[in-house]
């Protein structure tokens, strides 16, 4: 029988045992795997003595009882019997976008379905999401704009929930488009419960993804982490309904962490699911979105930005007065023309 430490021997293995025993998130376990690797990772959990520095003991006392290889075990065989990947950075399919999370990027990424989705540029990938009490308005304006957003070729991503959630899945699917449903827990057990046909379907015919390990429940705090999840895996974010204190401007606020931008639909003024979409855009943190024209201003934008920085940094881009025009090359200076 392997014990943890041949377990752990092999990157994948590691990472796999590590996402079971830490939570989404965790910056101090992704610390630690930046700097010794996963293997050497799991090994100082283990250890005798306490790791070097900030909160080493309280992590070892936090992960240590959780790293069992009989558990480890467990998840690799449901894994498999799921017909699930797991996706670990250095995969062709780890997706662009998410080391903008830093330490607290997914440790490892479970996958059913087209993983394929996941190598497409960030500009190419949008996340719909929003209140699951929506309207029928909040409904029908997510199912025209996602139309479109299939239209023009780009992958859709939400969370699964309720509302605007399932709205913009099954228009995605409706439309012969590319949807990917980022889970707060396993894949093998979907969640909501009432949403289970439809999440197969996503998993047949889009992308199923989580970076929990099959068994693992949804929680409170797993639900405010998948929400960095789907602002990464994006170029932009659309908020098509929320409600004041809605737990979607979480997703709000990881995007302008990580500098991508949002898109809020106004709604009825006396509307309350369209409060947190006014409280958006009254603060400045949305852009207005008026049609799927806006929505693409947003993505063309992120692809712009990406390949001026690509430009910049390899030295092909100089600052418009550093570079004579052509007329100046020929007359020299001026003195006093």
Known sequence: MDTINELAAEERTARIILSVASEPGDAVTGRMIRTVG??????????????????????????????????????????????????????????????????????????KGNTGLLSRPVWDRLTVTGARASTGYGEHVTTELVQSAVADTRVVLSGGAYGIDGAAHRAALASGGSTVAVLAGGLDRPYPAGHADLLTRVGKDGLLLSELPPGAAPTKWRFLQRGRLLAALSGTALIAEAGYRSGTLHT??????????????????????????????RDGLATVITGYDDVRSLLDGVRDGAHRAVRRTAGLEAAPLDTPTPSAQREGPSLGR
């Open 252 to 281: 709000v606020a990881r995007a302008a962490e990580l500098g991508r931008p949002v898109g809020a639909i106004p709604g009825p003024i006396t509307s309350a699911s369209s409060a947190g979409c006014h409280r958006l855009l």
């Open 38 to 111: 996963a293997s050497e990772t799991i090994a100082r959990v283990l250890a005798d003595q306490v790791p070097v520095g900030p909160d080493g003991d309280t992590w070892q006392r936090r992960l240590a009882p959780r790293i069992d290889a009989t558990q480890t075990r467990r998840v690799l065989a449901e894994t498999e019997r799921h017909g699930m990947r797991v996706l670990i950075p250095g995969d062709a399919e780890w997706p662009a976008g998410i080391g903008a999370l830093g330490d607290r990027a997914p440790v490892a990424l479970w996958a």
